[in-house]
């Protein structure tokens, strides 16, 4: 079981203070959490793709690398990487570089996007991002496995002949996850090719999550990559933590009644109950992250986000303190199991 963030890269006001970080203030943060992270000992940092304000996340692998080389053991990632927008030649250069850099110390997560405007931007229609994520992979996945490459697709130009550089190390193309909240398109296409699952179900009940899962499961096992329970399946969450949960509730309680995402909507409370988000004490967060197997079996990558909403760059390093702790126990907990 692996246990990491992943961060959007927002750039949003405090509302305690009013103070909005600038981009290089934002972007350097993002670098001081990764390093926190190795050091409370977890396993992964993803990095988001954005192209509109508020967010600084343009460049993943960029980041990626840079944060790369001052850590030594974390495992780099993306909370979305672009298939839909960024043209797969691009990918598939892009992250074997990354690759080689970090000897491989890194996968990625392929996503949609789901803000409209910016794919006109790209030459592209969010009308066709289903299509386009599906197309656009079956061709991420040839120019990783093949030297030669013949292509003619719907939404891009033919190759003929050609060969994607650098290759993959040692001929492995990087391991990837197909992210997705609500398309069952995408879980399919995670099953067909083996793939793994990530359902960052920060915003959906966990009924809406246990159906997209099992869908995938079933799927995964349909074309014969191994048991149902054998599947690759991540999740995501959002934790809030204090060690009284009253103090975690009153911290927070702004933060999430400004969020730019869900801000002004339901309450804290309701939002609490209706999705994984935990505020509370370090307990808490153990327990309700352990009662996310209820619904979707043992799963293989657990991911938190922790530094949104304007948060401040301290209160972040404190909750990935509070964040080590949890899981620490919660590997004690994988441990027990598996004795």
Do not use: C
């Not at 670098?31 to 000992?41: F, P, S």
């Not at 977890?42 to 508020?54: S, W």
């Not at 939404?155 to 994607?164: D, E, K, V």
């Amino acid at each position: 079981m692996e246990f990491g963030i992943f961060t959007v890269g927002d750039v949003t006001a405090d509302p305690t203070t009013g103070r909005t970080v600038t981009e290089h203030e934002r972007i350097k943060n993002t670098v001081t959490i990764a390093k926190k992270a190795e050091e409370v000992g977890l396993d992964v940092v993803a990095v988001g793709q954005h192209h509109n304000p508020p967010f600084v996340a343009s460049a993943p692998t960029t980041t990626m690398a840079y944060i790369g080389a001052q850590t030594e053991r974390i495992k780099l990632s993306t909370s979305t990487t672009l298939i839909t927008t960024t043209d797969p030649v691009r990918i598939a250069e892009d992250y074997a570089t990354l690759q080689h850099l970090l000897d491989a110390r890194m996968d990625l997560m392929l996503g949609r996007g789901n803000t409209g405007p910016v794919y006109p931007w790209f030459g592209k229609d969010i009308r066709d991002g289903i299509p386009l994520a599906i197309e656009n992979y079956a061709l991420l996945r040839r120019l990783w496995r093949e030297e030669n490459v013949d292509w003619e697709g719907k939404f891009r130009t033919p190759l003929q002949g050609f060969t994607s550089t650098p290759r993959p190390l040692d001929g492995e193309p990087p391991f990837v996850w197909h992210g997705s909240i609500r398309s069952p398109e995408i879980a399919e296409q995670a099953a067909f090719y083996g793939d793994g699952f990530f359902s960052n179900h920060i915003f959906w009940p966990a009924s809406h999550t246990a159906r997209m899962v099992q869908f995938y499961r079933q799927r995964f096992e349909h074309y014969g990559h191994g048991k149902a329970e054998d599947a690759i399946v991540g999740l995501g969450g959002q934790v809030y933590m204090a060690r009284r949960s009253q103090d975690a509730i009153s911290e927070f309680r702004p933060y999430f009644d400004n969020a730019p995402v869900y801000g002004h909507g339901p309450s804290l409370e309701e939002f609490s109950r209706e999705t994984p988000l935990t505020v509370g004490t370090p307990q808490q967060v153990v327990e309700r992250t352990l009662s996310f197997r209820e619904y979707a079996g043992n799963y293989q990558r657990q991911l938190f986000l922790v530094d949104h909403a304007g948060l401040p760059l301290a209160t972040v390093l404190n909750q990935l303190d509070l964040l080590g702790e949890v899981v620490s126990e919660l590997r004690k907990h994988d441990a027990e199991a598996a004795a």
